[in-house]
């Protein structure tokens, strides 16, 4: 699987963005998907992640109730809506897919993800 992300951007604080990631390649095989952010010199922490069905969802505490996460598994995409954003949002945001038995499976951990896209940058100004 290949993955693409895009929607990145400069955005002030309180505004939103939506990420968008792209699959390719073996996107018949049932996976979750995850969204991931790195500051320079910090570990890739977990922002949100959805089962292939979207019944199932994860969002870091750092993130409720602004971000939203969704799929379109007939456009092979994933998408992160981003509201409120703020300062502390800023990263390089990845995201992330894990080929699964299990349809209901969320993934929230770096090691439980095979596929990485590229990643872009959000960056959110005071």
């Known amino acids: 699987v290949q993955l693409q992300a895009s929607g990145g951007g400069l955005v002030q604080a309180g505004g939103s963005l939506r990420l968008s990631c792209a699959a390719s390649?073996?996107?018949?095989?049932?996976?979750?998907m995850g969204w991931f952010r790195q500051l320079p010199g910090k570990e890739r922490e977990a922002v949100a992640a959805?089962?292939?069905?979207?019944?199932?969802?994860y969002f870091a505490d750092s993130v409720k109730g602004r971000f939203t996460i969704s799929r379109d598994n007939a456009k092979h995409t994933g998408y992160l809506q981003m509201n409120n954003l703020k300062p502390e949002d800023t990263a390089v945001y990845y995201c992330a897919a894990q080929l699964t038995s299990s349809s209901a499976a969320v993934y929230i951990e770096t090691r439980q993800y095979r596929y990485w896209g590229q990643g872009t940058l959000v960056t959110v100004s005071s």
């Open positions: 959805i089962s292939w069905t979207g019944d199932n969802v």
């Open positions: 390649g073996s996107t018949h095989y049932t996976y979750g």
